[in-house]
């Protein structure tokens, strides 16, 4: 059972903060948990592991002597090293002047240069290991789709579908499927009928048979965007399309054509769900996509991704496809957020295009609303996003500790206390400057 898909409402405001929590916090204690075990491996000592900040609710210490607490604001977590003076790792240099020498190197500013640049480095890394094995898993278990081409779930349409899950499909209306490793499916579809009802060659029981079914791209919704045009008028993932300013569709392609074709203008869409036919006013929107050479190109989009009438059987993929394909997600992530990022400073894509903590909090909420799987891959995705970031050379970040070690290990000593001051704080002010411009487009931004 799909125990967060079944969460009535999951959408409102108290679960979508409980989902956004949930989120964060696992990203947190796994980015944290990699600083900690690291340094610990490396020999510096953590006196404080928290998740949260503020009041602490609940601690105990291990047998190292690491106090381990839950705190009551959940919006974050650190490690506090022997020798840091607060839990953004600040050096207390007076205390750690009073240690021995032998403790001096338990702490991160006695510690060798090669320790504290894997200590710190170890947040980010964390975070990718973290999206990798989502991935991963989520391609253990999702498997790939069995060739040939075998029907699995049949989803609710309002067609009449006679085929069954295990039929082979060999061809339809006279044309033999293309194979996987050969075969352009985009253009097979297109040369369909545009008809409610197809016939079928299909193998069962180890016969072959005709039997009729729907057009395979049927307009059903299989995935919904959150803050979308479909998913802000509450259109659900299942939901059939079948007519479109009153003219009735039969595939996918042709809900496509008159979103593209409305260039932004309100269409009068007709669904069906669950037995009944709904009416809809959906207003599509300009959306920047990334594009597979790299660059943005900006189109009318409503959010939602089609699929077939039916779910395909799917086979084992083996862990070392499920492992790479898991880095190659990983890896696309990392490289549209660049992308993204590069684009909005040049002015190539809109500035909406960052969300902040209250986007972030509605797209957990939503994810969830789709189901454990998808909620899951959301936490990978925010997982990589989060690592990339603190990668930035930003003071205050990993990414800006690790410039003053490279600086350290060049020079031959560390920037000076006065120049670390002022650009901790420099670094500081543009940190929280960018978060107050990412809240303004969560409240300002259509």
Known sequence: MDIIGAIPAFGGFLTTALAFVIALSVIVAIHEYGHYIVGRWSGIHAEVFSLGFGPVLFSRVDKRGTRWQLALLPFGGYVKFLGDANAASGPDEEAVAQLSPDMRRH????????????????????????????????GLTSGVVK???????????????????????????????????????????????????????????????????????????????????????????????TAVDG???QVFE?????????????LKVTVWRDGQTLDFTLAPRRVDEPQPGGGFETKWRIGIVGGMFFDPATEYA????????????????????????????TGAISSCNMSGPLGIAEVSGAMASQGTQSYI???????????????????????????????????????????LRILMTVGLAFILTTMLFALSNDLFCP
């Open 107 to 138: 702490t991160m500013l006695g510690a060798p240069l090669w320790a504290r640049t894997a200590t710190v480095a170890a947040g980010p890394v964390f975070n990718f290991i973290l999206a990798v094995a989502i991935f991963t898993g989520i």
């Open 147 to 241: 060739e040939p081409l075998t029907v699995g779930t049949i989803l609710p349409t309002p067609y009449e579908v006679n085929l069954l899950p295990g039929d082979e499909i060999v061809a339809i209306e006279g044309q033999r499927l293309p194979s996987a490793d050969g075969g352009p499916y985009d253009g097979f579809m297109d040369d369909l009928p545009l008809q409610n009802l197809l016939r079928y060659t299909v193998i069962r029981d180890g016969a072959e048979r005709t039997v009729t079914g729907p057009h395979p791209m049927t307009p059903i919704i299989s995935q919904l965007a959150p803050q979308s045009a479909a998913y802000d008028i509450d259109l659900k993932v299942g939901d059939v399309f």
């Open 247 to 249: 003219q009735p569709i």
């Open 254 to 266: 042709q809900l496509k054509d008159a979103v593209v074709a409305a260039e932004g203008k309100p």
């Open 318 to 345: 083996g862990l070392g496809t499920a492992f790479l394909n898991g880095v190659g997600i990983t890896w696309e992530i990392m490289q549209g957020s660049v992308s993204g990022l590069y684009h909005m400073i």
């Open 377 to 419: 891959y959301f936490i990978g995705v925010l997982s990589a996003a989060v690592g990339l970031l603190n990668l930035f050379p930003i003071p205050v970040l990993d990414g800006g500790h690790l410039v003053f070690y490279a600086y350290e290990a060049v020079v031959g000593r560390a920037p000076s206390e006065k120049a």
